[in-house]
């Protein structure tokens, strides 16, 4: 245990508040559990107390701190100078302002997979509770707290870590039980599409595995949807980005679903509806149009063209793919829409087209976009528009600025690079616009 919880690095970086909480939650633990160990080996054995209970509570510690393991020193890597600090606190404020989320955190972590990644914690709770009642002085597990790994190249990347709201769908998803209104659909669909299985007890096997494809389908569409409805198409331009569909929408396997995720077509055809729901279609008409383009792409193909192979299981494939196209994903929007309960971001349309045009006029001077000056009045922008502004000026602007940036240099900047380093000055920019809007301010909020 000390060699997880006394760790000198802590001493020598800055943490977010909530790593500093996790962190005191481990080695309090850890202090905890030696003085219970240290009390069990100096007072004789109570022969009442079972020689196999004792073992069981053992395994169970060694257990959670094999679990805390995981998380410790990749959360300790994730320092302030290693994370995206102000993007991570402008989304736990847009997570609390949903019912039942009030107060929520995200935990930060690094991780060596090229992939986002968020960690369930109901196990981990039940286990902390279990230590909780058997070792005297332990602290409650840190309650609220969203378990989220990013890949460490992308520590202080904006755009890339904007698919952090995904990972957030997932702990919405478990901290407000959708699963439990999810769940009438699932069984429905079940019923439905498999009635011979359900009533059938020898195929107890088959009818879990078609619940569990219609599980992590549906989840994964919510999360979708949640993260369209927390930040908006920033959310869609990120996904585009990290898993290239941009270079793969014209192939067939953007139709392919596999045993924990639906296929792109699907799940771009629900991004393009959450953004219908929330105002924000006119605007991709307009700007970012080749991410745009992509989305209504695949939007346009067909339901029937979505196919699915699995290993083990192929003669239900076509029967769990229809009973969750036709069954299942029709009520996910309303699980999403049930669950910001009109919290979402939405678009304003005229209002908020002018806002983008202004911070992109700020971006291209090169200036910070935290504070608006229009009709000789300050305002400040709404956060989400502020960075799907930012992503917008990031896919159709950046080479407005180089050939402001040539034209005063007065000099050759190769294209390619150029690009890269001032798409990244950008972000930072943005980054720092989103830190200067949590301070006190003055400042009208635009359109207000």
């Known amino acids: 245990m000390r060699s997880i919880y006394a760790r000198q690095e802590d001493i020598e970086r800055t943490h977010t508040a909530v790593t500093d909480e996790f962190i005191g939650y481990v080695q309090t633990l850890g202090k905890a559990t030696e003085a219970y160990l240290e009390d069990l080996v100096s007072t004789p054995p109570d022969p009442r107390f079972r020689e196999s209970e004792r073992r069981q509570s053992f395994l169970s510690f060694r257990n959670f701190w094999r679990d805390l393991h995981q998380f410790v020193k990749p959360s300790r890597d994730a320092d302030t100078l290693h994370s995206p600090v102000a993007l991570i ?23 060596a997979e090229a992939n986002y990644i968020q960690f ?42 904007i698919i952090i709201c995904h990972e957030m769908g997932h702990f919405a998803f478990e901290e407000r039980c959708v699963d439990a209104d999810l769940s009438v659909h699932i069984e429905a669909a ?13 195929s107890e096997n088959e009818v879990s595995w078609c619940r569990q494809r219609l599980w992590n389908w549906a989840e994964e569409v919510y999360c979708d949807r949640f993260a369209i409805g927390l930040i908006g198409p920033a959310y869609s331009f990120s ?69 699915f192979i699995s290993d083990d299981r192929s003669e239900l494939d076509d029967r769990v ?8 994903k029709p009520h996910i929007a309303d699980l999403v829409t049930g669950t910001f309960q009109g919290r979402e971001t939405i678009f304003h349309g005229q209002v908020d087209i002018d806002c983008i045009a202004a911070v992109h006029r700020y971006l291209c001077e090169g200036v910070v976009p935290a504070t ?30 180089i050939n402001r940036i040539k034209a005063t240099r007065k000099e050759h900047l190769e294209t390619v690079s150029e690009r890269d380093k001032w798409g990244q000055s950008a972000e930072r920019w943005t980054l720092k616009a989103l830190e200067d809007l949590r301070l006190p301010s003055r400042r009208r909020l635009w359109g207000s």
């Open 89 to 111: 606190e402008q989304l736990e404020a847009m997570l609390s302002k949903i019912p039942e989320l009030d107060g929520s955190r995200l935990l930060i972590c690094h991780t």
């Open 239 to 307: 996904y585009i980005e990290m898993f290239d569909v941009i270079g793969t929408a014209t192939g067939n396997g953007v139709n392919h679903f596999n045993d924990t995720h639906p296929s792109d077509s699907c799940r771009f055809k629900e991004h393009a509806d959450q953004l219908e729901r929330c105002g924000w279609w006119p605007l991709l008409g307009t700007v970012g149009l080749s991410y745009s383009k992509v989305i209504s792409d695949l939007r346009a193909i067909p339901e029937d063209q979505y196919a």
């Open 190 to 202: 079940l019923q439905t599409h498999f009635s011979e299985l359900v009533s059938d007890s020898d």
């Open 372 to 401: 608006l000056v229009h009709d000789g009045q300050a305002f400040m922008p709404d956060p989400a528009i502020l960075i799907n502004a930012a992503y917008l000026f990031y896919l159709d602007r950046v080479p407005e600025l």
């Open 120 to 161: 369930p914690r109901s196990e981990m709770r039940v286990d902390a509770e279990h230590y909780e009642a058997t070792v005297p002085d332990s602290p409650t597990f840190p309650d609220k707290v969203a378990f989220i790994a990013i890949p460490y190249s992308q520590e202080s990347s904006l755009f890339t870590n």
């Open 321 to 328: 793919l229809a009973a969750f196209c036709r069954d299942v």
